[in-house]
T-cell receptor, first 115, second 111 residues
Framework: NAGVTQTPKFQVLKTGQSMTLQCAQDMNHEYMSWYRQDPGMGLRLIHY???????DQGEVPNGYNVSRSTTEDFPLRLLSAAPSQTSVYFCASSYLPTGKNTEAFFGQGTRLTVV | GQSLEQPSEVTAVEGAIVQINCTYQ??????LSWYQQHDGGAPTFLSYNALDGLEETGRFSSFLSRSDSYGYLLLQELQMKDSASYFCAVRDSTSGYALNFGKGTSLLVTP
């Protein structure tokens, strides 16, 4: 089972460039989310989705866009990269957390550096 | 909004027991989870408490008191491989049941 797959694993961008971080899951999970992790800051929620066609903002959404056209895919777009977006990005998926099974599965992360 | 507080660092000896506490403030509490993350790796799920009491999974146990907005993760028979960061996280029904994390506790297990 692939679980949650993130690509790329590493990326270096120049300030002002745009790019898309890919996330795909094969567990038929309704709920998907993106986090960024910075030293000493834990994981901060950027955007999340409760199903295809539905997205919402998390704690730190500025500078990022998402879409959810299928259940499987939840790409994160950086519109105009800034050095403050240098971070490790994690995608996660789970069943709708209103059920008993709330375990979230994480991808292996994308390490992004903006210079 | 939400806030979660947990110690930043804990050190313990191999074979010992360690408890990592977590206090939270949230308006629509739906459950407390614990995740483990080794350096450079992805967070992995350890346990979940929706109701008061203790949940046991092998060497790990997790406790919740909803009235005190408090929980803890108990690790027994510590092994060197338990050295990692541990995060408490709450789901909040007022923010789409999103999983919101504390800043993490770095556990160092020494020989």
């Amino acid at each position: 089972n692939a679980g949650v797959t993130q690509t790329p694993k590493f990326q270096v961008l120049k300030t002002g460039q745009s790019m898309t971080l890919q996330c795909a899951q094969d567990m038929n999970h309704e709920y998907m989310s993106w986090y960024r992790q910075d030293p000493g800051m834990g994981l901060r929620l950027i955007h999340y989705s409760v199903g295809a066609g539905i997205t919402d903002q998390g704690e730190v959404p500025n500078g990022y866009n998402v879409s959810r056209s299928t259940t499987e895919d939840f790409p994160l777009r950086l519109l105009s990269a800034a050095p403050s977006q240098t971070s490790v990005y994690f995608c996660a998926s789970s069943y709708l957390p209103t059920g008993k099974n709330t375990e979230a599965f994480f991808g292996q992360g994308t390490r992004l550096t903006v210079v | 909004g939400q806030s979660l507080e947990q110690p930043s660092e804990v050190t313990a000896v191999e074979g010992a027991i360690v408890q990592i506490n977590c206090t939270y403030q949230t308006s629509g509490f739906y459950g407390l989870s614990w995740y483990q993350q080794h350096d450079g790796g992805a967070p992995t799920f350890l346990s979940y408490n929706a109701l008061d009491g203790l949940e046991e999974t092998g060497r790990f146990s997790s406790f919740l008191s909803r009235s005190d907005s408090y929980g803890y993760l108990l690790l027994q028979e510590l092994q060197m491989k338990d050295s990692a960061s541990y995060f408490c996280a709450v789901r909040d029904s007022t923010s789409g049941y999103a999983l919101n994390f504390g800043k993490g506790t770095s556990l160092l297990v020494t020989p």
